[in-house]
């Protein structure tokens, strides 16, 4: 669950904003669309997935991108740029009130 109240979660107060979550994998980034769409995706690049290093990022050019095979995704989790040719994996979200449940 992520509260979205919470100060780190702030960034998701706003559309297109995103946060680091704790889960799956290598860790979940969860992105605003608007006020009643929220998207979940896993961290873990689908390009070369068991390097150490494959894990995405949040960049400030409205992005998410591996710093290691410098794939790029939209912030709806489709590869934009680079050798990646899957999207991120994407998680189940649903939102009660300010409560947002992340499911696999």
Same mark, same amino acid.
């Given at each position: 669950?992520?509260?979205?109240?919470?100060?780190?979660?702030?960034?998701?107060?706003?559309?297109?904003?995103?946060?680091?979550?704790?889960?799956?994998?290598?860790?979940?980034? /969860?992105?605003?669309?608007? %006020?009643?769409?929220? @998207?979940?995706?896993?961290? *873990?690049?689908?390009?070369?997935?068991?390097? =150490?290093?494959?894990?995405?990022?949040?960049?400030?050019?409205?992005?998410?991108?591996?710093?290691?095979?410098?794939?790029?995704?939209?912030?709806?989790?489709? /590869?934009?740029?680079?050798? %990646?040719?899957?999207? @991120?994996?994407?998680?189940? *979200?649903?939102?009660?009130?300010?409560?947002? =449940?992340?499911?696999?």
């Amino acid at each position: 669950m992520l509260y979205l109240t919470d100060q780190q979660n702030s960034a998701l107060r706003f559309d297109n904003g995103a946060v680091y979550h704790a889960g799956g994998v290598n860790g979940l980034i /969860v992105v605003r669309q608007n %006020a009643s769409t929220y @998207l979940a995706f896993e961290r *873990t690049c689908t390009y070369q997935s068991l390097d =150490t290093c494959a894990r995405v990022k949040i960049s400030p050019f409205v992005q998410l991108v591996d710093p290691c095979c410098k794939s790029q995704f939209s912030f709806q989790g489709q /590869v934009s740029g680079g050798p %990646a040719n899957l999207p @991120l994996r994407r998680y189940a *979200t649903a939102l009660s009130g300010n409560i947002l =449940t992340i499911t696999n």
